[in-house]
C-alpha cells in the first residue's frame, strides 16, 4: 500500500494551494479517502474525506466552505483544493485511506501516507 501525498508549499494568507494523494495498493476494503493535518504541539485533525463514488464528502468544521476534497477515479487520486488560506491552516497534512464499519458507524483509518508540509504566512 501506497499513499503518496503533494503539493505543499508556503503561501501568503488568502493564497490557494492544491494537494494531491496517489494510491496504489489498497484493499478493496477502502471505501473511504481523507485528509487529516497536525501542527507542532497539537493534536491531530480531521480535514476533510470523499468515498470511493465521490458522491459523499464531509469536511471538518475550521475548513468548510474553504476546502473541496475530490477524486480523479482515472487516476486514484484524490485532491485537496485549499483556498482562502489562514496562517492557522498552517500544518503537516496527511492522506489516508478508511473503511467505513457500518454496524459501528465509524471509520477506520488503516492506512496512511507521508505527509506534505503547508505554511501559510500572515
Known amino acids: 500500500v501506497q499513499l503518496q501525498a503533494s503539493g505543499g508549499g508556503l503561501v501568503q494568507a488568502g493564497a490557494s494551494l492544491r494537494l494531491s494523494c496517489a494510491a496504489s495498493g489498497l484493499p478493496d476494503s477502502s471505501d473511504h479517502m481523507g485528509w487529516f493535518r497536525q501542527a507542532p504541539g497539537k493534536e491531530r485533525e480531521f480535514v476533510a474525506r470523499?468515498?470511493?463514488?465521490?458522491?459523499?464528502?464531509d469536511y471538518g468544521g475550521p475548513v468548510r466552505g474553504r476546502f473541496t476534497i475530490s477524486r480523479d477515479r482515472a487516476q486514484n487520486t484524490v485532491h485537496l483544493q485549499m483556498n482562502s488560506l489562514k496562517p492557522e491552516d498552517t500544518a503537516t497534512y496527511f492522506c489516508a485511506a478508511a473503511r467505513y464499519r457500518r454496524s459501528y458507524q465509524t471509520y477506520e483509518w488503516h492506512h496512511w501516507g507521508r505527509g506534505t508540509q503547508v505554511t501559510v504566512s500572515s
Open positions: 470523499i468515498n470511493w463514488s465521490g458522491v459523499r464528502t
